[in-house]
């Protein structure tokens, strides 16, 4: 069984300042872990993803998540919000089994940023 | 190169009718999920399909909720007798086989289709 905890369904922060969105999973397998963003009226589109190999996983557009198996935790982080960040942020994870398998989604994090 | 496309991109339908949502996955993706986003109930997993093997249907909702995939390329997602719950967006998603040169598990998602049941 696997699932995954986002601790804030919404953070606001201004621009130019660090963003934290936080995750917790429980899996029964050495889990694979991703974040996903969805833009409003857009698909969903992988961030970042960790598959048990460096804990600090870099991303896309300046984002990054480090896995910390003591504290189950994949906390999603980034220096300085953009006013262009602001989207849904989704925390997931699948069993690393090697094979294709169904994704469980965390219920997102609304990420506002202001000026 | 071609993403994952959805038709339509929104069906409004009468209680009682049936729909069907098509999905074509990127090509050469083995594997291809249906998920459902609704409001309250986050994005859940319904139906996935992996080469020719059984596909795992552990996500369905009801009996209502079937899907079919043909020549292991498109898939169709069929909800019979409409309810008013089952208003949501119904994503798609496909993926290459394990070993294949994406990241491993990446699933590449399409646009989705919004279903509006009156």
């Known amino acids: 069984a696997q699932s995954v905890t986002q601790l804030d369904s919404h953070v606001s922060v201004s621009e130019g300042t660090p963003v934290l969105l936080r995750c917790n999973y429980s899996?029964?397998?050495?889990?694979?872990l991703f974040w996903y963003v969805q833009h409003p009226n857009k698909g969903l589109q992988l961030l970042l993803k960790?598959?048990?190999?460096?804990?600090l996983v870099k991303g896309i557009n300046g984002f990054e998540a480090e896995f910390k198996k003591s504290e189950t935790s994949f906390h999603l982080t980034k220096p300085s919000a953009h006013m262009s960040d602001a989207a849904e942020y989704f925390c997931?994870?699948?069993?690393?089994?090697?094979?294709?398998?169904?994704?469980?989604f965390g219920t997102g994090t609304r990420l506002q940023v202001t000026l | 190169g071609a993403g994952v496309s959805q038709s339509p991109s929104n069906k409004v339908t009468e209680k009682g009718k049936d729909v069907e949502l098509r999905c074509d996955p990127i090509?050469?993706?083995?594997?291809l999920y249906w998920y459902r986003q609704s409001l309250g109930q986050g994005l859940e997993f319904l139906i996935y399909?992996?080469?020719?093997?059984?596909?795992?249907k552990s996500g369905l909702p009801s009996d209502r909720f079937s899907a079919e995939r043909t020549g292991g390329s498109v898939s169709t997602l069929t909800i019979q007798r409409t309810q008013q719950e089952d208003s949501a967006v119904y994503l798609c998603?496909?993926?290459?086989?394990?070993?294949?040169?994406?990241?491993?598990?990446?699933?590449?998602f399409g646009p989705g289709t919004r279903l509006t049941v009156l």
């Open positions: 998603a496909s993926s290459l086989p394990a070993g294949g040169l994406a990241f491993h598990n990446e699933q590449f």
């Open positions: 899996s029964s397998y050495s889990p694979s």
């Open positions: 960790y598959t048990s190999a460096a804990t």
């Open positions: 997931v994870v699948s069993p690393n089994t090697g094979t294709a398998s169904k994704l469980t």
């Open positions: 090509s050469g993706h083995t594997a």
């Open positions: 399909f992996q080469g020719n093997s059984a596909p795992d």
